[in-house]
Nanobody
Framework: DVQLVESGGGLVQPGGSLRLSCAASGFIFSRYAMGWVRQAPGKEREGVAAIYTGNGADHYDASVKGRFFVTQDDAISTIYLRMNDLKPEDGGMYYC?????????????????????WGQGTQVTVS
């Protein structure tokens, strides 16, 4: 089974930085599309960053481009989201997600991928 376990959220002041981690298991990590999806209170989930682990190609939502960076560590099947210059509107629950070729109803589509495997989420508060 696909398992995604996030860590690294917390409370940070505006302008600060955080790094989120997502440890993955249950699939071939080196050839997968993985992403970070944010859900703010009262809003729908939105993809903020993604990476294709096969070649390291990354993608970002316009709201975070130049401030957020997604990277991977193949040795430990982990992706990271480095978040710099955080703003209050960056706050929310951050979910690590992985692409599924056969997504169910709980799916976020962006950059041509269907993120349908989910971690439990980690809270980021910028205040």
């Amino acid at each position: 089974d696909v398992q995604l376990v996030e860590s690294g959220g917390g409370l940070v002041q505006p302008g600060g930085s955080l790094r989120l981690s997502c440890a993955a298991s249950g699939f071939i990590f080196s050839r997968y599309a993985m992403g970070w999806v944010r859900q703010a209170p009262g809003k729908e989930r939105e993809g903020v960053a993604a990476i294709y682990t096969g070649n390291g190609a990354d993608h970002y939502d316009a709201s975070v481009k130049g401030r957020f960076f997604v990277t991977q560590d193949d040795a430990i099947s982990t992706i990271y989201l480095r978040m710099n210059d955080l703003k209050p509107e960056d706050g929310g629950m951050y979910y690590c997600a992985a692409h599924s070729p056969v997504p169910g109803p709980n799916v976020t589509r962006k950059w041509g991928w269907s993120f349908a495997y989910w971690g439990q989420g980690t809270q980021v508060t910028v205040s």
